[in-house]
């Protein structure tokens, strides 16, 4: 299917069922200068629709930071695209610090809101206006999100916040089908960081990503920080993201993914919670892990208990500096 159809089908669904159209006649900002944080990691193809994508957005003026994570030869279209500045790491330094890059480069461009992005992702040409919009026209808000449907199921939501249970660190779905979708913004306790708009001077003070992390959790403790400032997170629903759902880290169930899940929601868990909540989380995550543990080796996952309990063990012990060489096979030098 073409991107151009499968962006008529989605604009059709929601307009019909949340009231797109009308959402859409709000006021427009005047050229906000919009950085938008990409890292990529072996998956140039993908990246590029991004960035076209990105090209195509109307009302904003976009500045695309782009950071690469040693992936080997750069394409010609990065160094021929105007409105993206790139650098390219000599090794995989994760996503975390990669956004942090992204956010130095795209700062030095005057920008006026940051949005974080997924590299393997699709915003309509309207997605990023009725973000900053919102932002524009709400001060008590720190972060604009979109509802994210699958880009090969585009009538079926991947995420669009959702309720959250922190004694188990979890985001739920409340909202399955595009046609599920409210018709006015929402207010969520967490979003996912595929994508999410804040302004860049609220992203400055909420601080840095913590590049220990690297990847996973790092969102959760965005939303975290951004509420602690006093500010809300808000669901745009007429706003949408097309989401690829790529394996650039060997998909949920790989030995990478297993150990910094783990970690990291012990890690992010201890920063945030209160102390009863953490008490009932610690509870949980531990009857789960003993669980998982019978479980995967008679799904012939036995391989992952190893990396789930040396991820706990090790967010248990506060140590997300921690980076096992037996994840990181030699990487491609420039």
Same mark, same amino acid.
């Given at each position: 299917?073409?991107?151009?159809?499968?962006?008529?089908?989605?604009?059709?669904?929601?307009?019909?069922?949340?009231?797109?159209?009308? &959402?859409?006649?709000?006021?427009?900002?005047?050229?906000?200068?919009?950085?938008?944080?990409?890292?990529?990691?072996?998956?140039?193809?993908?990246?590029?629709?991004?960035?076209?994508?990105?090209?195509?957005?109307?009302g904003v003026s976009v500045v695309i930071g782009l950071v690469d994570n040693?992936?080997?030869?750069?394409?010609?279209?990065?160094?021929?695209?105007?409105?993206?500045?790139? $650098?390219?790491?000599?090794?995989?330094?994760?996503?975390?610090?990669?956004?942090?890059?992204?956010?130095?480069?795209?700062?030095?461009?005057?920008?006026?809101?940051?949005? =974080?992005?997924?590299?393997?992702?699709?915003?309509?040409?309207?997605?990023?206006?009725?973000?900053?919009?919102?932002?524009?026209?709400?001060?008590?808000?720190?972060?604009?999100?979109?509802?994210?449907?699958?880009?090969?199921?585009?009538?079926?939501?991947?995420? +669009?916040g959702g309720r959250y249970s922190y004694a188990r660190m979890y985001l739920?779905?409340?909202?399955?089908?595009?046609?599920?979708?409210?018709?006015?913004?929402?207010?969520?306790?967490?979003?996912?960081?595929?994508? &999410? &708009?804040?302004?860049?001077?609220?992203?400055?003070?909420?601080?840095?990503?913590?590049?220990?992390?690297?990847?996973?959790?790092?969102?959760?403790?965005?939303?975290?920080?951004?509420?602690?400032?006093?500010?809300?997170?808000?669901? =745009?629903?007429?706003?949408?993201?097309?989401? $690829?759902?790529?394996?650039?880290?060997?998909? =949920?169930?790989?030995?990478?993914?297993?150990?910094?899940?783990?970690?990291?929601?012990?890690?992010?868990?201890?920063? $945030?919670?209160?102390?009863?909540?953490?008490?009932?989380?610690?509870?949980?995550?531990?009857?789960?892990?003993?669980?998982?543990?019978?479980?995967?080796? +008679?799904?012939?996952?036995?391989?992952?208990?190893?990396?789930?309990?040396?991820?706990?063990?090790?967010?248990?012990?506060?140590?997300?500096? =921690?980076?096992?060489?037996?994840?990181?096979?030699?990487?491609?030098?420039?």
């Open positions: 299917m073409q991107p151009e159809t499968l962006f008529y089908l989605i604009q059709h669904t929601v307009s019909q069922t949340t009231g797109r159209k009308k &959402m859409i006649g709000t006021t427009y900002p005047v050229k906000a200068r919009v950085g938008v944080l990409l890292v990529n990691y072996n998956q140039w193809e993908l990246t590029k629709k991004c960035v076209d994508s990105l090209l195509a957005s109307d040693s992936s080997g030869p750069v394409p010609d279209w990065v160094e021929n695209t105007d409105e993206l500045v790139f $650098h390219k790491n000599i090794s995989n330094v994760g996503l975390t610090a990669g956004n942090n890059k992204a956010f130095e480069m795209v700062q030095k461009k005057n920008v006026d809101f940051v949005f =974080i992005l997924n590299n393997d992702t699709e915003v309509f040409p309207d997605t990023v206006s009725l973000l900053v919009n919102y932002l524009q026209n709400h001060d008590e808000t720190g972060i604009t999100a979109p509802a994210i449907p699958y880009a090969n199921r585009p009538d079926t939501i991947w995420s +669009a739920s779905q409340i909202y399955k089908k595009i046609s599920d979708l409210p018709d006015h913004p929402v207010e969520m306790e967490q979003v996912t960081g595929c994508a &999410m &708009m804040m302004r860049a001077d609220d992203y400055k003070k909420a601080g840095r990503q913590d590049p220990d992390l690297f990847v996973y959790y790092e969102d959760t403790d965005l939303c975290f920080r951004v509420k602690k400032m006093g500010l809300n997170i808000q669901l =745009i629903p007429s706003a949408i993201v097309l989401h $690829h759902i790529s394996i650039s880290v060997g998909g =949920i169930y790989s030995p990478f993914a297993i150990y910094f899940t783990h970690r990291n929601r012990f890690v992010v868990a201890r920063r $945030h919670l209160s102390r009863f909540s953490f008490f009932l989380f610690t509870l949980y995550y531990f009857a789960v892990t003993l669980l998982k543990t019978v479980l995967y080796p +008679a799904g012939k996952k036995g391989n992952l208990v190893y990396w789930m309990w040396l991820g706990l063990i090790h967010g248990v012990n506060n140590r997300p500096d =921690i980076r096992p060489e037996r994840l990181f096979p030699s990487e491609e030098q420039p």
